[in-house]
């Protein structure tokens, strides 16, 4: 009983090394570096074009209210129709791409004028907008 008993000290004792490594990378920081590093951000014009990697993955769901999907599981990449109202409440409508809470595209007036806009989630089917002059904008996606 007492050999058992110091053989597991000893195997205890040995095992506990300090060593001078870094702990390993969990999961969740592997796919972080990999979102923050490789992930380009969203900007207008990325609605305009669907590129080649893009296009296989092209997806249309008809339940959901995006146009169409395109990405990876990791990084999925929607399109939407939106319409909404400025800060002077003239009525816009337009396109956006997002990923995540954010997002990029164009907003149109009535009387067809387009400007760049970047956009973010705040609720279920709502967004928020800035264009490039500084107006706001209160959207939903359609």
Not at 6 to 17: A, D, E, N, V, W
Not at 33 to 52: C, L, M, Q, Y
Not at 87 to 116: H, P, Q
């Amino acid at each position: 009983m007492t050999k058992k008993l110091l053989l597991i000290l000893l195997y205890i004792f040995i095992s506990c090394k300090e060593t001078n490594q870094a702990p390993p990378v969990q999961n969740e920081e592997i796919k972080l570096g990999i979102f923050n590093n490789e992930v380009p951000a969203i900007t207008p014009d990325d609605r305009k074009e669907i590129d080649n990697e893009e296009r296989r993955t092209y997806h249309v769901d008809e339940e959901y209210k995006y146009e169409y999907r395109t990405g990876r599981p990791d990084h999925y990449e929607y399109n939407y129709d939106i319409i909404g109202l400025d800060s002077l409440n003239n009525e816009v409508t337009g396109n956006v791409n997002t990923c995540g809470k954010f997002g990029a595209g164009i907003i149109r007036d009535k009387k067809g004028n387009e400007k760049d806009i970047e956009v973010e989630w705040y609720e279920n089917g709502k967004m928020k907008g800035k264009d490039t002059d500084g107006m706001q904008y209160e959207l939903k996606a359609e």
